[in-house]
């Protein structure tokens, strides 16, 4: 249900905001896979090595903002993530494009049966490559803080490297 209203309020958000910028918002989904590696410390200390797959969505804004909301899942903590993030895009050429931003959200991880929804903020660096008006790709690193702490098992901080594709409309 946590969930279910922070997707409306994000949705709501920038259904609101739109307007302002309708000349200049290009609207766009996508899905990626990556490799993520969670530091899970103490009683439950296990390996936190695993494949991570994500759904994405957000707008482009005037050509230098990007405003996204992205669900991540990684099976060996069981973990979803939930992030509204903002980015800087940066033009290098005509098709490249660098970027770097903030994300938050939250974080419901799984470990030894213990569950826990806890926030997670960090950033992110990337770069974006234009394959044609409608279809691009993207190369992302993310470092995610997280308040996991159950049972004597924290995770601290988790780490991402994301390869992703990307639909404009």
Do not use: C
């Not at 989904?29 to 695993?50: L, P, R, T």
């Amino acid at each position: 249900m946590r969930k279910l209203s922070i997707i409306s309020t994000l949705t709501l958000v920038t259904v609101a905001a739109s307007p302002v910028y309708a000349a200049s918002t290009e609207w766009f989904v996508g899905a990626g896979v990556g490799y993520q590696e969670d530091s899970i410390k103490g009683k439950f200390d296990q390996n936190g090595e695993d494949s991570t797959f994500q759904l994405r969505g957000g707008a482009i804004v005037n050509d230098h903002h990007r405003l996204m909301g992205t669900y991540s899942y990684i099976d060996k903590s069981s973990q979803d993530l939930l992030l509204a993030s903002y980015d800087y895009l940066h033009p290098v050429t005509k098709r490249v494009e660098l970027y770097a931003g903030v994300s938050a959200g939250l974080a419901d991880s799984k470990i030894q049966q213990s569950s826990s929804t806890d926030f997670a903020w960090g950033g992110q660096i990337g770069a974006i490559y234009e394959l044609n008006k409608n279809w691009s790709t993207d190369i992302t690193y993310r470092y995610i803080d997280q308040n996991y702490d159950q049972n004597d098992t924290s995770i601290d901080y988790s780490q991402q490297i994301m390869l992703s594709v990307d639909y404009k409309f």
